[in-house]
Nanobody, 125 residues
């Protein structure tokens, strides 16, 4: 399975960006899809995750009420709408896919990710 991200770029503080990630195929081990990010010199951290077969999404406290994760009906594409962006949101953003049961804990347990995208850079200045 390949994950391909798009939508990164540069934006001013307070602005918005929308990231997209499309999986090459739908399998049992991609039912949970989400986003992680990694800033220079920092560990990779979970941002948001969603079970593509239904249920509430999961967010890191740092992005709650600013970011919205959603998925397309085809269950192959996941989006991350990022609003009210802050300088500290600057990072490489990685799409991730995992089995459905891992969704609730995925943001704290990146070892449960089965597939990673190559990343897309988000820069807030």
């Amino acid at each position: 399975v390949q994950l391909v991200e798009s939508g990164g770029g540069s934006v001013q503080t307070g602005g918005s960006l929308r990231l997209s990630c499309r999986a090459s195929e739908r399998t049992y081990d991609t039912r949970c899809m989400g986003w992680f990010r990694q800033a220079p010199g920092k560990e990779r951290e979970g941002v948001a995750a969603i079970y593509t077969y239904g249920g509430s999404p999961f967010y890191a406290d740092s992005v709650k009420d600013r970011f919205i994760i959603s998925h397309a009906d085809d269950k192959l594409t996941v989006y991350l709408q990022m609003n009210s962006l802050k300088f500290e949101d600057t990072a490489m953003y990685f799409c991730a896919a995992a089995e459905g049961y891992a969704c609730a804990s995925l943001l704290r347990s990146p070892s449960r990710v089965n597939y990673w995208g190559q990343g897309t850079q988000v820069t807030v200045s």
